[in-house]
């Protein structure tokens, strides 16, 4: 990531990929600037290691933090399910790096905790030490995201891809048939979006 000024992330997500969310981790830690990362709904799984990196943490007095042992799926005989398990212990701890960097609770502690699939409010995960604080009305209103911007922004890559799928479905008129107006394509698209 380029760039020195602060950012906020805002995060509500139940979790995904652990290698994506330790990649996405270790570029907001690498990043110059103060990065405040803001739990507005869930941070569980995946996404509370990404929220590991925020130089400051604050949650939603309505969101909730989950944190627990990482998952696979595997298939074979016993050799293959022991490497499955030798990389789940592996994973595991590297997840435990940015918990105790964080929150410098002891390993041990947070193995725990993974093992017990531990879900905390804003005011537990301020204790803990996973979050530093609870978000405010005032910290809500003067950095929130602006919805106006991003239903702009939704509509224009809507209508942007809209576009480039009407051009790459053109039919070239026949001698036949008129060819159709701007107005009446885009009729057809507002009629195709309704079903998306």
Known sequence: ?????????????????????????????????????????????????????????????????????????????????QKAIDMLASVKDSIINAYEIKTSLSRAKLAHLMDAETWMDANKAVELGFADGILSREDANTDSPNSDAMLYSQAAVVNSLMGKIASKCRIQPSAAEPERSVAEIMERLDTIKKFM
């Open 1 to 81: 990531m380029s760039g020195t000024g602060n950012i906020t992330i805002w995060i509500n997500s139940p979790g995904g990929d652990c290698v994506a969310a330790a990649q996405i981790y270790n570029m907001l830690m690498d990043y110059k600037g103060e990065v405040t990362v803001k739990i507005d709904g869930i941070a569980a799984s995946a996404a509370s290691v990404i929220a590991m990196a925020g130089t400051k943490v604050l949650m939603s007095p309505v969101s909730m933090l989950m944190i627990h042992n990482p998952m696979t799926v595997a298939m074979g005989d016993t050799a293959e399910m």
